[in-house]
């Protein structure tokens, strides 16, 4: 099975140190359009207007979104990561959403048996575009896109990311490393005085 395509938009200034990884739906949160099979459009990614360093990584869904895909992001240094769905009941995915949110589960039990904390990865949702897309697709009229209310969605998952980064201490990750640490080669006696019985 092929890896996910993730289409990487960090800030220059974020590159340098990311406090936050978010993983965004490129679905979620965005007018619907006409199915194509040419000339994609560049999906329209919500702005969150982050007052701290963070990494946006676009994925076509969350539903892709792989255990080693957070793991690395955390590896990498962030302190919280992000999942941004779609509501599970406008999925272009059908079960994506559903198959994200079980997986953020099983990787929240492995951050707490490895000691850096479940609570440091959320899961959040915006309106998905299915049920607009398909509207539009076949020439009914579909539920108008509510820009407000996207806007409100946006708003509510940046407040919790920093509601919840405050409450963060630092990760093991995050410790300065030690002097024993930075040596890579073990120190090993290897005089003959003991080895002569």
């Known amino acids: 099975m092929?890896?996910?395509?993730?289409?990487?938009?960090?800030?220059?200034?974020?590159?340098?140190?990311?406090?936050?990884?978010?993983?965004?739906?490129?679905?979620?949160?965005?007018?619907?359009?006409?199915?194509?099979?040419?000339?994609?459009?560049?999906?329209?990614?919500?702005?969150?207007?982050?007052?701290?360093?963070?990494?946006?990584?676009?994925?076509?869904?969350?539903?892709?979104?792989?255990?080693?895909?957070?793991?690395?992001?955390?590896?990498?240094?962030?302190?919280?990561?992000?999942?941004?769905?779609?509501?599970e009941d406008n999925c272009h995915h059908l079960e994506g959403s559903k198959r994200c949110a079980r997986r953020v589960d099983h990787v929240r039990g492995i951050l707490d048996e490895i000691g850096l904390g479940g609570d440091r990865l959320l899961l959040c949702h915006l309106p998905g575009t299915a049920a607009e897309d398909m509207a539009l697709a076949a020439g009914r009229p579909g539920p108008a896109y509510d820009a407000a209310a996207a806007q409100t969605g946006i708003a509510a998952i940046r407040a919790e990311v920093l509601a919840t980064l405050a409450r963060l201490t630092p990760t093991p990750?995050?410790?300065?490393?030690?002097?024993?640490a930075q040596?890579?080669?073990?120190?090993?006696?290897?005089?003959?005085?003991?080895?002569?019985e």
């Open 2 to 87: 092929a890896a996910p395509s993730f289409v990487c938009q960090t800030d220059p200034a974020a590159a340098a140190s990311p406090v936050v990884t978010v993983f965004v739906c490129a679905n979620c949160a965005r007018p619907s359009t006409t199915a194509e099979s040419a000339n994609h459009s560049r999906p329209n990614v919500p702005s969150f207007d982050w007052p701290l360093p963070v990494q946006e990584v676009m994925v076509s869904c969350t539903g892709r979104l792989q255990p080693e895909h957070v793991l690395k992001a955390f590896e990498s240094g962030a302190r919280l990561v992000c999942a941004v769905a779609c509501s």
């Open 183 to 196: 040596d890579p080669y073990q120190q090993v006696d290897t005089s003959e005085e003991d080895n002569d």
């Open 173 to 180: 990750l995050d410790l300065p490393v030690t002097e024993a």
